[in-house]
DNA sequence: ATAAAATTCAACTGTTTGGTTGAAACAAAA
DNA sequence: TTTTGTTTCAACCAAACAGTTGAATTTTAT
């Protein structure tokens, strides 16, 4: 019972999280999570009933480690510029631990959008209303150009995951290895916080 | 013989590809694609052998119509504030006709990057040159920043694509329906001309 | 008219896969 | 010690699924 129990469960919890974000519901198979997690496949049943159940709570998990990073950083109270590369540091070392979690959540995502909806809901996630706000401030006091908030966040959000989401398209057309791929991403920072407040003309506020 | 045989062929090949975009191959059901047809199951077997034969056909196809969309425009020799907008247009029709295409492109290619790799080189895919030129001359002339030619090529697709690929995301987060998600994207057009203009800083030629 | 190809359909086969079972071994708590 | 929970394993079952077959019907070419 004590800390086996524990160790195992998670092991399990572990592996599928891994099977199910390199193949997608449809393509993982229990026995690769067996396989994975290094134990028999009785087991999986054993703690979750069924590979829906398991999916689910492996699904959950990652929606509600995903999302909170980007509308935590965004809804704080730093002025933009210092948001923006904060955001981008924050999210490109996530993405770097997790670096198939945004297509994944992506592709579940579109196959099932009312578990989607439900989670979200039940979660309470959403963006962060103070970005929004801080947008329109910026916009008045005349350090910005005038832009839909909503287009914005998006754009980021796009720039940042979008290299995460088609690497392989970003590999083989730029004929990168992983290691150039890796300095592709280094260098991407400096660009994106330039190119994006350069975009909206932000002018700080000296 | 004549025309029945194209009729049917095409229909199945046309189905085959709807269904795959929706749920992708390991997702897809044979018998899925026949009902789409609106044809018996064995017809899938009489033109396309195996699943995996029609699949690669349809991947083939979808990858062939999907970069050069981008490419031909990119490449072409108008000035490159013309390119950008004539690119967002050109894509965004593109895309309204092919809504799950990116996002069927960018998840299968990641499953196999072996098959994705192979089709590309027989193709001969590649972004043009004549892109990567026109940024280094335009920089050169000081009409920009100084720019990776690479990172805004990706940022360009990036931002075109993000809302097509996560679009339940977007649609979900601001409480979209079909029809507002439809004016968020034509919204979307002219703020990404400015967007990625400003982005780089462009001065135009007068 | 005749032959050849196209199409339909139901029924079938073989494989993969999710899920189950039961017995045996082990560990830990009571 | 007794009991309860954990773990392993091989074998098994039932459902889903890809793929096949063969006979009957229709369409098209010659």
Same mark, same amino acid.
């Given at each position: 019972?004590?800390?086996? !129990? ?16 390199? !193949?997608?519901? %449809?393509? %993982?198979?229990?026995?690769? #999570? %067996?396989?994975? %997690?290094? +134990?028999? $496949? ?45 955001? #981008? ?15 994944? /959540? #992506? ?10 909806? $439900?989670? +979200?809901?039940? !979660? ?10 801080? /947008? ?6 005349? =350090?910005?150009? !005038? ?8 754009? /980021? ?9 088609? =690497? ?20 991407? $920072? ?5 190119? /994006? ?10």
């Amino acid at each position: 019972m004590s800390e086996n !129990k524990q160790d195992t469960e998670e092991q399990i919890f572990e592996a599928a999280s891994r099977v199910f974000q390199r !193949k997608g519901y %449809a393509g %993982a198979r229990m026995q690769e #999570i %067996a396989d994975e %997690a290094d +134990i028999n $496949k009785s087991m999986l049943h054993y703690y979750y009933r069924s590979k829906d159940k398991l999916f689910q709570k492996v699904y959950q998990r990652e929606v509600s480690r995903f999302f909170p990073v980007i509308f935590k950083v965004l809804g704080s109270e730093r002025p933009l510029d210092e948001k923006l590369e904060h955001l #981008i540091d924050t999210y490109y070392a996530f993405l770097d631990e997790n670096p198939r979690i945004a297509q994944f /959540i #992506i592709h579940e995502m579109s196959q099932h959008p009312e578990r989607f909806r $439900k989670f +979200i809901r039940e !979660k309470g996630i959403q963006p962060p209303e103070r970005f929004s706000r801080q /947008i329109s401030e910026e916009i008045d006091r005349g =350090r910005m150009k !005038k832009v839909d908030p909503r287009q914005l966040l998006i754009s /980021i959000v796009g720039l940042i995951l979008f290299p995460f989401v088609a =690497r392989t398209m970003v590999e083989l057309l730029f004929d990168l290895d992983e290691e150039q791929f890796l300095d592709f991403l280094n260098e991407r $920072k400096a660009f994106l916080v330039d190119f /994006i407040l350069n975009g909206i003309n932000y002018k700080g506020h000296e």
